[in-house]
């Protein structure tokens, strides 16, 4: 038989009340271990008062939050399918002739809605929100700002030390060699004047120092200088350099694909990103899979004296075990040890598989 829209109703409040219970919870707390730890982190530091710090961990909560949606839906579907089973509506529902993917149905539906509210709402905001965090952390707590920047025409970097600082920019960029082509630094002394400007065909980032080739010095009121070979010194090396790059996490789901481009088009490899974009994709999928988690391991609690606890413990290792599994295989895409696509959808798609099997069983086996 078809579902009633009242029944629909009915189940679907009960699972969006649990779950926006779950995700206040979970919020809340992760809000104040977050807080406590950027008191700690901050406690050395003079220019990081407890306004700052509470910002920062206002900024950061909406980053942890789309993290802790898998966990509000299965934690919130869980609770809710344990009270329909509690006080026997679920029997009632299957002596009607509602089946269990009926039942679902709606569920599901709403999971599903989730994943694409998190995906194109959410995302944007958490993004922006993490990347003024990170600025703030870099001010406040690490004691530097960010050191490059990729636009269309091509990437620029910074860097400072006791002399003054410098602006490098770059058409594009070999990153196994750190090899630049039409490399330009714009040089400025402690107090920001601007003092210099060196162009080069090519450089390349050694031990220490930018070594320039068909380099020209210029600089006001003197003339141009023309240098065959020539060394600046730097304290950036290639760590710092890809330790600046913009977290997959701190870039708007919709700039994502531009921002892959420019960073290709400058010849850096945007391969971290681009599974990261993908994975997002696949998330109202795994949301959806947390669901039927939540029903494999709950609509049948009442058959029996002590399998609840045996059925909740194992939905909720289940739940953390696939999501987590998602970190470990999006780490070995990153790394091309697999292939992207395989990397970005096989947590969810193996969720949806198991959980799919697993009800199958419990239902119909």
Not at 8 to 25: K, N, P
Not at 250 to 275: D, K, Q, V
Not at 354 to 361: A, D, E, I, K, P
């Amino acid at each position: 038989m078809r579902i009633s829209t009242t029944l629909s109703r009915y189940v679907g409040r009960q699972f969006i009340v649990s779950c926006l219970s779950v995700f206040a919870l979970l919020a809340t707390l992760a809000f104040v271990i977050d807080l406590v730890e950027m008191l700690r982190r901050s406690s050395s530091k003079a220019d990081a008062t407890f306004r700052v710090v509470l910002s920062m961990s206002l900024l950061k909560l909406p980053n942890i939050s789309e993290h802790l949606m898998p966990f509000a839906v299965l934690f919130g579907g869980m609770i809710a399918f344990a009270r329909l089973a509690r006080t026997r509506e679920v029997i009632v529902m299957r002596s009607a002739g509602v089946s269990v993917w009926q039942f679902l149905l709606p569920v599901i539906a709403i999971a599903f809605a989730i994943g694409v509210f998190k995906v194109t709402v959410f995302n944007p905001i958490a993004a922006v929100t993490l990347s003024k965090f990170e600025q703030l952390e870099n001010k406040y707590l690490k004691g530097r700002s960010s050191l490059l920047a990729v636009s269309p025409a091509g990437v620029w970097l910074r860097q400072a030390d006791a002399y003054g600082q410098s602006v490098v920019h770059a058409r594009n960029v070999a990153p196994r060699d750190m090899e630049m082509q039409d490399f330009i630094i714009f040089l400025y002394d402690t107090q920001n004047r601007f003092v210099g400007r060196i162009d080069a065909a090519k450089a390349r980032l050694e031990n220490g120092y930018w070594h320039l080739h068909d380099a020209w010095i210029t600089g006001p009121d003197r003339p141009a200088r023309h240098e065959n070979e020539y060394l600046v010194r730097t304290d950036l090396t290639v760590a710092k350099i890809q330790e600046s790059f913009a977290t997959p996490a701190s870039i708007s789901f919709w700039e994502m694909p531009r921002f892959i481009r420019l960073l290709e088009n400058a010849g850096f490899s945007g391969l971290r990103h681009r599974i990261y974009w993908y994975a997002k994709l696949a998330d109202p999928a795994l949301l959806c899979a947390m669901v039927i988690f939540s029903a494999v391991f709950t609509l049948r609690m009442n058959l029996r004296r002590g399998v609840p606890v045996m059925m909740i413990g194992g939905g909720l290792a289940t739940g953390f075990s696939l999501y987590f599994l998602s970190d470990v295989v999006f780490a070995l895409g990153a790394s091309a040890s697999v292939p992207m696509m395989l990397a970005a959808w096989s947590p969810a798609g193996a969720s949806l598989l198991v959980g799919t099997s697993m009800l199958l069983y419990s239902e119909e086996g």
